[in-house]
């Protein structure tokens, strides 16, 4: 489903460089990424999604080599396949729960919002336990809760590929379990692939695989 090869990526300013010369994910599998904050994680989500191009190496996502894509292609290939949960949530303030989480569908050609959607959208919601705040602002929500909106946002349009930026973070326990399990059934009923990074150690077990940074530094340096 994700296939890395000889990528070769630094940003236009400091210092860091990721290299990773062959990294893949079979498709249904999910992955767990950890490692130091800093070692490049979040870029590495950044670059499968397409939203950080880069010019060495290929990524390829199911069929689709995502370096080869024109800039608009590869912002409808991420909107229709990739399903992402921001570290940072990204949520819109001024709109609700609700808004928020259709909101993918208004601003994108490449997404139709209609009455099934919006069935889905609501069913979603309900089980990650926002029923009752779909109507509610954004800044009127705890930390949980805006994590739970971003991602019912993010699976909304059925992803095929699902990278999670430490969706657990900042949660009580029985929380992280609940989350995870729900991300979990969404990768098993539509045979998505997770990608997911977290420090949540403690939930490691439940992924297929987990993959540590620290691999890539030394390898990095060598
Ligand atoms: P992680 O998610 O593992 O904490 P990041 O991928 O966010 O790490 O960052 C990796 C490194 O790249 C850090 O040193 C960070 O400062 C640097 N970095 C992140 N974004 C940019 C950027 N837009 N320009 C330059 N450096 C960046
Ligand atoms: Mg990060």
């Known amino acids: 489903m994700l296939a ?15 290299s990773l010369s062959d990294f893949s994910v079979a498709k249904g599998e999910k992955v767990a990424v950890i490692g130091p904050s800093g070692s490049g994680k979040t870029t590495l989500l950044n670059l499968v999604s397409g939203i950080t191009p ?16 024109a800039d608009a292609q590869r912002r409808d290939f991420r909107i229709c396949n990739i399903g992402f949960v921001f570290q940072e949530f990204e949520l819109i303030d001024y709109l609700n729960v609700h808004d928020n ?28 336990g926002l029923g009752d705040k779909l109507k509610r602002a954004i800044s009127k929500l705890s930390h949980g809760e805006k994590q739970r909106t971003a991602i019912c946002r993010a699976l909304l349009p059925i992803p095929r590929l699902i990278l999670a930026d430490e ?21 098993a009923e539509h045979k998505a692939t997770l990608l997911a990074v977290t420090h949540d150690h403690e939930l490691l077990n439940k992924f297929d695989r987990v993959i540590d940074f620290r691999d890539f530094q030394v390898e990095e340096a060598a």
């Open 167 to 187: 969706a657990t973070g900042n949660l009580d326990p029985e929380n992280k379990t609940r989350i995870l399990d729900l991300l979990f059934e969404a990768v």
């Open 54 to 69: 880069f010019v060495q190496g290929e990524i390829k996502v199911g069929e689709y080599a995502i370096n080869e894509l």
């Open 101 to 128: 989480i259709l909101h993918p569908y208004r601003i994108n050609a490449a997404l139709t919002l209609d009455q099934n959607v919006r069935a889905r959208a609501a069913a979603l919601a309900k089980s990650m």
């Open 4 to 18: 890395i090869k000889d990528l070769k990526f630094h940003y236009p300013t400091g210092n860091f460089s990721l």
